[in-house]
């Protein structure tokens, strides 16, 4: 069965400390790996999408890496609009994302 | 584009009754998948639909029925509602593909509280 497991539970940061996100996972077959933020009160959006082992994607203050067993989301010198949870989700060979617990990220002035 | 819309916002109901979620895209996607939303749980799957006219069970399809009559709608249904389907739910919608799999783009959510 797929897992997806994302820590830390909850991060609080100063505006402008850099940190890292952690989404382990265990699934035969990955078929890609997706970062979403959600603010309060609304659906996840779209971040990144990860296929393989190896490959990094950038957004902003975002980058997204990969490894066989994990994927990291780096924020560089975050803002408080930063603020928000973050999820992970992997794609098997079926039609599901396996979504994680998430990570509820705040930054602070 | 409006992207994923959903209906209504805000629901409350009593034990027993029944209700209609409705979700609309208008990105021509293929795919259409209703999610619930819980804390703790993180997002579970209830149903999807992989085309017009086709549907198939998720991880939590228990309680729930869906019909895919139009391309641009996916209706979630509740015949008979409980307490333990207090939730909210997300409706989402991707293209397809026989290769890479693609991000599914989220409507807003519907929240619903069983009393």
């Known amino acids: 069965e797929d897992q997806v497991t994302q820590s830390p539970e909850a991060l609080r940061l100063q505006e402008g400390e850099s940190s890292s996100l952690n989404c382990s996972y265990t699934?035969?077959?990955?078929?890609?790996l997706f970062w979403y933020r959600q603010d309060p009160g609304k659906g996840p959006e779209f971040l990144f999408t990860?296929?393989?082992a190896g490959e990094e994607k950038e957004k902003e203050r975002l980058k997204a890496t990969l490894t066989k067993k994990e994927s990291f989301l780096h924020i560089t010198a975050p803002k408080p609009e930063d603020s928000a949870t973050y999820l992970c989700?992997?794609?098997?060979?079926?039609?599901?994302?396996?979504f994680g617990k998430g990570t509820s990220l705040l930054v602070t002035p | 584009n409006a992207g994923v819309t959903q209906t209504p916002k805000f629901r409350v109901l009593k034990t027993g009754q029944s209700m209609t979620l409705l979700c609309a895209q208008d990105m021509n996607h293929e795919y259409m998948y209703w999610y619930r939303q819980d804390p703790g749980m993180g997002l579970r799957l209830i149903h999807y639909?992989?085309?017009?006219?086709?549907?198939a069970k998720g991880e939590v399809p228990d309680g729930y029925n869906v019909s895919r009559l139009k391309k641009q709608n996916f209706l979630l249904g509740l015949e008979s509602a409980a307490p333990s389907q207090t939730s909210v739910y997300f409706c989402a919608s991707s293209y397809s593909s026989q290769t890479s799999p693609h991000e599914q783009y989220f409507g807003p959510g519907t929240r619903l509280t069983v009393t």
């Open positions: 699934v035969s077959g990955l078929r890609g």
């Open positions: 989700a992997v794609r098997d060979s079926g039609y599901a994302l396996n």
């Open positions: 639909s992989v085309g017009e006219g086709t549907t």
């Open positions: 990860l296929y393989s």
